[in-house]
């Protein structure tokens, strides 16, 4: 049986979670090898990662670069001012040249790096030193605009086209960033402000996005203050991240989402500290028809062991643009702290699409308004050509070891009779909460079961089974309402 832990069981074990959180932390930041401190970083910082998921996960040794170039051979000046957006062209350039030869790699060393956005190329390691910087122009007339994303038929903030993204890449394949924990800088506090004042005609672009492309990693750099959502894998294949630190202030900062893997596949985020102005992660499809229509899936994604701060948002959300589809999606080892949703799945009519297959694992939640949440009327659409008899389906979604304390309510699963959520599983479940009344469970149209005793008591709608799995108690209705949006 799985009592609630009393208040000072729960504060410790919140604190020793903290502190092995942040020593990890400080262990990916601080011991990340060598700094390279030659033209080119040196050839122990060299590297080509072998980058399947599956040698990411047991830890695969990295290969080196036949080739390494210095910005700095580039005529690029570090100081902040100078704008060094032809030395990078000119870099990626030569590198491009080599990829039958294994490709090259682009050493940025300490510094701050001022330029207009660039795109990268195949076979291609960009390694940021410890003290180096790339920092954006603010100017949005030298960022480039691009036609809308075709799974999204619009550019999500504003119709037509939409500003390209700081770091880009299309088509590519064997790509690597990473460093010594050097830094890219999006400088989007412009950006934020004009959004808010309504001087935007088109949506802002993203920090580094990436898409088409396969073997694609990203480790030991961190990522700040993009002008919109941070890092944005789109339609890609074996892509992983690790090691990474993503900043952006918790407020008025909008849309800073911090990951957002959209229609990719066989992917690994883990071991990364994420606080930003939206999601921490959010996993995505395609919106609406387009969505439909473009028909590329989100599928075989592992998130692990990350530390994740949303103050606005939600800490890891799947949509609400999920009309391709979102399965085999595991979430595990997780602190959320200080936010205002724990893990979310979001989604309306007009979606289409699938949630199916999706496994909460070890996650923690400190200081929360709402833990679990799965919503079915998040009525935002790029216009009216979507079908509002769409429903999209979510089913088999699985919560284990869900811990945590200060959180108002635990769970709040608000299916409808139009979209219900079914084959939903609860277990192993204590979440201290600062309502103290009923209704911090809250359940609508949801079937499902809760094995073994949980903390808060669930709600009507799930059947009771024991911790040998055996049927205890058949729920009446499924159907019962109870969603309390007043706590």
């Keep these: ?150 799974s999204y038929g619009y550019g999500r903030e504003h119709p037509g086209p939409r500003y390209g993204s700081f770091i880009h890449g299309q088509y590519l394949k064997d790509v690597v960033l990473t460093g010594n924990n050097g830094s890219i800088n999006g400088q989007g506090q412009s950006w934020w402000k004009k959004y808010r004042s309504k001087l935007l005609n088109h949506t802002r672009g993203p920090l580094v996005q990436i898409m088409w492309s396969s073997d694609v990693v990203f480790a030991n750099i961190t990522l700040r203050d993009s002008p919109f959502w941070t890092l944005h894998p789109y339609d890609c294949k074996n892509v992983t991240i690790t090691n990474m630190t993503i900043l952006a202030p918790v407020i008025e900062a909008p849309n800073t989402d911090g990951i957002d893997p959209d229609s990719c596949e066989d992917m690994i985020i883990e071991n990364s500290y994420i606080s930003v102005g939206d999601d921490g992660i959010a996993i995505k499809s395609g919106w609406d028809q387009y969505g439909t229509t473009y028909g590329r899936p989100s599928k075989n994604i592992l998130i692990r062991n990350l530390t994740i701060r949303s103050n606005v948002s939600a800490g890891i959300s799947i949509g609400s643009e999920m009309s391709g589809g979102v399965s085999n999606i595991t979430v595990e080892n997780i602190l959320i702290w200080s936010s205002r949703r724990g893990v979310r799945i979001k989604t309306a009519p007009g979606r289409g699409g699938y949630v199916r297959d999706i496994t909460f694992r070890n996650v923690t939640f400190d200081e929360l308004r709402v833990g679990v949440v799965i919503k079915t009327d ?76 949980i903390f808060p008591a669930p709600c009507e709608n799930l059947d009771r089974y024991d911790e040998q799995e055996q049927l205890v108690k058949q729920s009446d209705s499924h159907n019962v309402t109870d969603i309390d949006y007043e706590i």
């Design 378 to 453: 998040y009525n935002e659409h790029p216009d009216g050509g979507f079908d509002p008899r769409a429903f999209p389906v979510l089913e088999n979604i699985i919560y284990t070891g869900i811990y945590g304390q200060g959180v108002r309510v635990p769970v709040r699963i608000q299916g409808s009779k139009e979209i219900p959520v079914r084959n939903v599983t609860f277990r192993d479940m204590s979440v201290g909460v600062t309502y103290k009344k009923k209704h911090v469970f809250q359940c609508s149209y949801v079937q499902g079961r809760v094995i073994g005793t």
């Design 1 to 150: 049986m799985v009592e609630p832990l009393p208040p000072i069981t729960r504060r410790r074990f919140v604190a020793v979670f903290w502190i092995a959180a942040f020593a990890s932390l400080f262990i990916w930041q601080f011991g990340c090898g060598d700094r390279g401190g030659t033209s080119g970083g040196g050839l122990s910082s060299v590297f080509r990662w072998k980058t399947t998921t599956a040698a990411a996960a047991s830890g695969g040794f990295p290969r080196l670069r036949p080739v390494s170039f210095n910005l700095t051979d580039f005529g690029a000046v570090g100081d902040g001012v100078t704008i060094n957006t032809e030395a990078f062209e000119r870099a990626v350039s030569a590198i491009s040249k080599l990829s039958k030869k294994g490709g090259g790699q682009l050493y940025v060393p300490p510094g701050r790096w001022l330029t207009a956005p660039f795109n990268l190329t195949s076979f291609m390691t960009l390694f940021l030193d410890q003290d180096a910087e790339i920092l954006a122009v603010q100017d949005e007339s030298l960022w480039p605009l691009l036609p809308p994303l075709p």
